[in-house]
């Protein structure tokens, strides 16, 4: 396969780059080749079955059966994204009942302990070798200047003020580590593609940045934000391919789709830049990365990434 292996720190753990356990028979399927995941049958009863496994942990606030319906698009089986060790043939629900709504993303057994509880700063890095020492799992936010980072992991922890936004993108100039449920990490990196930061700014973040997502022994998986409100822009497909490329694990996730443009002017919806942007990077990728819509005005996408992160953390911390 074209992407096989993490990097030599993250050998031991592989998202999406190696090929999954997978077996899907034509019993789970319909006859075409689209699930049709606005179509869901029996969701709760099946959501609750499967929160019933010993490696599944209590969700609390956290209602399943919201996660798992009205989705936005349609996908096709092979553009799926199944976590490490999922065994769908095993399985007599069908495939569309574990799709988490708005994303690419079947459920596995190892989703869980996804509320959060509590979230704290613990301390703002220049370089990777100043990031905190605990060994604790942890998921880093990147992406353009003014892509909603900040609002997005304000809206995951539920707290308007725990990352500093600003209406001057480019505010973020540190690797900047959360603690969350005193068990894993969320960090805020440096956002790229502000055309107003000094040059010689620029090229530092980008090279610690890069630094920090080859060198980082406990870095689960890197969530790509991507604005879906306007078209794909070259610097995210670079971004993109640049990830791929070089390995390391990562989500796409879309903010800003609550936005709408008017059909006068020409503008897409974010279904449509969406799908857009994927069909320019699977060419990066042999098998299809995952992706989930947000938007932190009405917080979609909230608890699918939060599912999302629990179901990689708990995966990595048994391997």
């Known amino acids: 396969m ?44 099946a ?45 007599s629900r069908p ?44 998921f880093a936010l990147v992406g353009r200047s003014n892509v909603g980072k900040s609002s997005l992991l304000n809206s995951l922890v539920r707290r308007k003020k725990l990352a500093l936004t600003s209406k001057k993108p480019g505010k973020t100039q540190c690797i900047n580590h959360f603690r969350i ?6 960090v805020d990196l440096p956002g790229y593609g502000y055309a107003a930061a000094p040059h010689e700014v620029r090229t530092d973040w980008a090279k610690f940045t890069k630094d920090y997502f080859i060198n980082r022994p406990t870095l689960v998986s890197v969530f790509l934000l991507i604005d879906a409100s306007i078209p794909a ?6 971004y993109a391919s640049w990830l791929a490329e070089n390995k390391i694990p990562m989500t796409i996730v879309f903010t800003k789709c609550d936005k709408r443009k008017k059909k006068k002017t020409g503008g897409k919806k974010p279904e449509e830049n969406l ?38 953390r708990n995966y990595w911390l048994k391997h």
Request: aromatic share 8%; net charge negative.
């Open 2 to 45: 074209f992407i096989s292996h993490l990097p030599k720190l993250h050998s031991h753990f592989s998202i999406f780059y190696s090929t999954p356990k997978i077996i899907i028979t034509s019993a789970l399927l319909s006859k075409s080749k689209t699930t049709p995941v606005s179509h869901f049958s029996s969701v709760t009863a």
């Open 47 to 91: 959501a609750n079955t499967l929160l019933q496994t010993p490696e599944l942990l209590q969700t609390k606030n956290l209602e399943i059966e919201d996660v798992l319906e009205k989705p936005h698009v349609e996908i096709s089986v092979e553009k799926l994204f199944f976590p490490p060790d999922t065994d769908v043939s095993s399985d």
């Open 95 to 138: 495939l569309s009942s574990r799709i988490l709504k708005g994303s690419n993303i079947v459920l596995s057994k190892y989703a869980g302990n996804a509320q959060v509880e509590q979230a704290e700063f613990v301390k703002s890095s220049v370089d990777t070798e100043a990031c905190p020492s605990e060994g604790l799992p942890e």
């Open 181 to 186: 449920n005193d068990s894993w990490h969320l």
């Open 233 to 238: 822009k070259k610097i995210d497909l670079d």
């Open 275 to 312: 799908q857009d942007f994927l069909e320019l990077i699977q060419k990066f990728f042999q098998t299809a990365p995952p992706w989930i819509m947000t938007s932190s005005v009405t917080n979609q996408g909230r608890d699918e990434i939060l599912l999302h992160m629990s179901q990689l």
